[in-house]
């Protein structure tokens, strides 16, 4: 078949960042406008950052461990309350309860609602929200030049994808894919982290600044978003046998350092990230016949990597 | 605990369409805005369509069944051949062979670069690319308000989330969350239908106008969605056990009526459809907090609902 390419060259795209830093790699600057897994390969140990382990969290599942990193810039009393709770061991036991197309997963206490509920031993029970915060210098923005339907501004702030309004004077966290919420009640302060959900689908931007976000997933998003849908409304799972088993949440600070997952985040506040932004704005790979020219806020990928051993 | 409403309540929010139309519906025309359960609930029968058998397929699997929605308006020499491979059973007894997360899923012949490819007998083994059409008066178009950072226009033409560009004359069907587009390699003609491949994460817009769209997933979304990670590069397989069989694809119209999934698709060029998009665009419901205010192409729900019977 003359007009086939081989079958791992006909793909769409390559989005897997490993691979594509397998393809060949400028080792001396370039006049020719680099890819993003050439900006990668080119990028400097500083490029990159350690995740805070007192802000990191280690969902342990049957299949395997999530990794979040919570984000304290935004939602510092959700993201100490979540942290509590997993302190005091609440989510060890509990169970994914919840898993809706094109919408989130959600865990939590499958009985909350009954008189069986799992006590709340040191955290606290209700919070105010956190929905979005103020504009500041200690909050550094870098801003996306493409636009946005849902915000006047967007970009990334403390490594998370983020928005602002500088009329009110207002930031927050964007619900892109792998974005970690703090499910709530009908009215602002019901949410204190004993539900919490993720992101699986196509960005529901909707929920910005309406429900309170305190992370995102930084590895193993697949052990989350490949559960079976649950059957029930709104994706619940109808029977206690579908519920996925939570063996433990660690904060990684308290999980030996020998059983870390020690990961590099690429920064977002540098002139790699800016080159890295550019390069999936514009798209230099051979298979892209139209180069784009734009990029949304939920589609700039924010690698992560194997951290180099000491 | 007070603060904390039944865990049915404490969702982020309503989407499944068939959640929401179990709330109170007014029943005579009212004043207040309806929310978008409510529009649902109050439309006509006219205000849906039944998809032509003649363009719709199933892609049968072992968990059950894929509808998928043919796209002739936008990609009438893809649906053609699609059909034609189809028709000639190519598609029966191969395989997914990829799931990259938050990307795409993709089936297709495992053996395709080899000397064991499948053969292809009637369809064609080479189409010119369809990636974009003329505007025209045979495509009329539902404009969004709300912009995009992708393309100039955005909307639904034929029932499907598309875009154009009327500086170039172009239309286009944009890269949503369940899209269905045909696999090339790094030349525009090099796909024919052999390989397919579905949306299932956050709608990866750049690939509009670098590759063909031909339909999309109308239901059963979530048997693609859920499928197991690939952890070979760009989430192949990495052995042939991993690989997802397929039982058959078929043409609805030449599956005998009893079998057939009988659905009908809200229309996207009623006044109807309007006040949906409007109601989804301005959230009414009590757990919304803040109206939001706008829309991206790729979250309107195209709702979907079985037909009633004759």
């Known amino acids: 078949m003359r007009q086939m390419r081989p079958l791992r060259r006909s793909l769409p795209l390559c989005l897997l960042l490993a691979a594509c830093a397998q393809q060949p790699v400028a080792t001396t600057p370039a006049a020719k406008p680099l890819t993003s897994a050439e900006v990668l390969a ?7 950052r350690a995740p805070d382990p007192e802000n990191t969290l280690y969902l342990e599942l049957k299949s395997g461990r999530v990794v979040l990193e919570l984000a304290p810039a935004f939602a510092p009393n959700h993201a100490a309350n979540i942290k509590a709770l997993v302190r005091e061991k609440y989510f060890d036991g509990l169970v994914i309860l ?15 609602d009954e008189s069986k509920q799992k006590p709340i031993r040191t955290a606290r029970k209700a919070l105010g929200p956190e929905f979005a915060r103020a ?35 207002q930031a927050w966290l964007a619900h892109c894919y792998g974005a970690l919420g703090v499910a709530r009640g ?29 992370g995102r997933v930084i590895q193993g998003m697949e052990l989350l978003s490949a559960l ?7 994706g619940f799972y109808e029977k206690p046998a579908h519920h996925v088993p939570i063996k433990a949440v660690r904060v990684a600070a308290d999980v030996p350092a020998k059983d ?13 990230w800016s080159a890295f932004v550019d390069a999936r704005r ?3 790979e ?25």
Chains 1, 2 share one sequence.
């Open 42 to 48: 080119a990028s400097a140990p500083a490029d990159w």
């Open 98 to 112: 919840r898993s809706q197309d094109n919408y989130v997963v959600q865990w939590g206490d499958p009985q909350e």
């Open 135 to 169: 504009i500041g210098p200690d909050l550094p923005f870098t801003r996306l030049a493409d636009g946005d339907v849902y915000a006047p501004e967007v970009g990334h702030a403390a490594g998370f994808p983020a928005a602002r309004d500088p009329a009110s004077g």
């Open 186 to 214: 009908n009215t602002a302060d019901s949410g204190s982290g004993t539900g919490l959900y993720v992101v699986i689908g196509h960005s529901p931007r909707h929920l910005d600044r309406n429900i309170t976000l305190a």
């Open 228 to 234: 079976p849908r649950g059957t029930g409304p709104l």
């Open 260 to 272: 870390r997952s020690e990961l590099e985040v690429l920064r977002t506040d540098t002139p790699t």
């Open 282 to 284: 514009n798209r230099r």
């Open 286 to 310: 051979e298979w892209f016949l139209d180069p784009v020219g734009h990029i949304e806020l939920c589609n700039v990928p924010i690698p992560v990597r194997a951290a180099a051993k000491p």
